[in-house]
Every structure is written in structure tokens, then in C-alpha cells.
């Protein structure tokens, strides 16, 4: 089942994101404490969608859209982060968070979606491009972490035609609920 993450998650997803934090996979080098953890969900929740996988009630996984650059110019614009529990990666579930999630900014009016990927991670790389994202920027020695340079691929996908002057992006928790629901329960 894929919902909306609250607060009161931030536990289940920290201990999904402590499996990363000794890994180039998250450039963060110290885990977050849980009450960061909970600022954070209610931030990016404050401005774009933050979602959950969650089976016989154990949350395994999260996908969020966040702000890409601070400029205005980039409003329409957003990155996307997922972070699975390691039993599952492997079996689609990264492909039906990123499309639920998708789909949630498109109703925002977020044009084009960036996932930025270490080099390596090939399943990674290989989500977003079946999901129909294009590389398009390689970055070097980019990051430094567990004692080396690591580089970063930069994938795209649109989602809206960029034909038309936009419309200001709309909050996600104002995007009507009745949208963002049908959304979830077709997913």
C-alpha cells in the first residue's frame, strides 16, 4: 500500500535510512536524530508529496519530491529521493512509489523531475531509466565520502509540456485531496 507519510513515521523511516548512511547511496555522512528525521517529513510535507510503502502494517520504503535549486526559476522543477528496506529492493516496488509520486507533482504543476544517482548504482540508474527518465549530466569526484571522490549521474524526466508560460506551483497540501486519493487507491 502506498499513502502519505505523517509524522509519527519518522522512526520506521529513519531506521530504513540508517541502512544507507554508511554508503555513497546518501552523500549525509551522520544520521539524523529522530526529531530531525520528524522536521524533515513535516518540511518537504509542508510543500511537496511524501510517500510510504507500507505492508501488513511495516513501513519498508519512502519516496519524496523536494526543491532541486532555491531560485525561483526552478519552481517547476523537483528532485526525487527513495530509500527502500533492503529485503525489498528488487521487486518493483521502487518503480510504483516513483510513479504514484510522479503523478502527485503533476497535479502540482512540476514540469520536470531530476533523480541524481552516485556512481555506481546501477539499479538505480536502471529504475529511472525504465521509468522513462534520460541521463542527462555526469558529474566527477563530486562528493566526498568513506574516504573517497564519488561521481553522480544526473537523470531527467518531464512530465509537463514546457509549450506554455506555467502556472505558480501549487502547495501539494493544497492539490485537491479528492485527486490526491484516487491517485493513491489506484496505485
Not at 18 to 38: H, N, W
Not at 100 to 105: A, C, D, G, I, K
Not at 156 to 166: F, G, R, T
Request: aromatic letters at 12%; proline letters at 5%; a negative charge.
Amino acid at each position: 500500500m502506498i499513502r502519505l507519510a505523517q509524522q509519527e513515521d519518522a522512526k520506521a523511516l529513519l531506521a530504513i535510512y540508517s541502512q544507507y548512511i554508511d554508503t555513497a547511496i546518501t552523500f549525509e555522512e551522520k544520521l539524523p536524530s529522530e526529531a530531525e528525521f520528524t522536521q524533515r517529513i513535516q518540511d518537504i510535507s509542508a510543500e511537496y508529496p511524501y510517500l510510504v510503502w507500507e505492508e501488513d502494517g511495516k513501513v519498508l520504503g519512502y519516496a519524496y519530491g523536494h526543491r532541486l535549486r532555491e531560485r525561483a526559476a526552478y519552481q517547476w522543477d523537483a528532485e526525487l529521493s527513495i530509500y527502500l528496506d533492503r529485503s525489498i529492493t528488487g521487486k518493483g516496488i521502487g518503480s510504483k512509489l516513483y510513479t504514484v509520486l510522479m503523478e502527485l507533482l503533476k497535479l502540482q504543476g512540476i514540469c520536470t523531475v531530476y533523480g541524481i544517482v552516485v556512481i555506481p548504482n546501477d539499479p538505480s540508474a536502471a529504475l529511472h531509466q525504465r521509468l522513462g527518465f534520460q541521463l542527462t549530466g555526469t558529474f566527477l569526484d563530486t562528493g566526498f565520502k568513506l574516504g573517497k571522490w564519488w561521481g553522480t549521474w544526473w537523470f531527467e524526466k518531464h512530465l509537463l509540456s514546457h509549450d506554455v508560460a506555467p502556472a505558480p506551483l501549487i502547495p501539494f497540501p493544497t492539490v485537491p485531496s479528492n485527486k490526491v486519493a484516487e491517485i493513491l487507491q489506484n496505485a
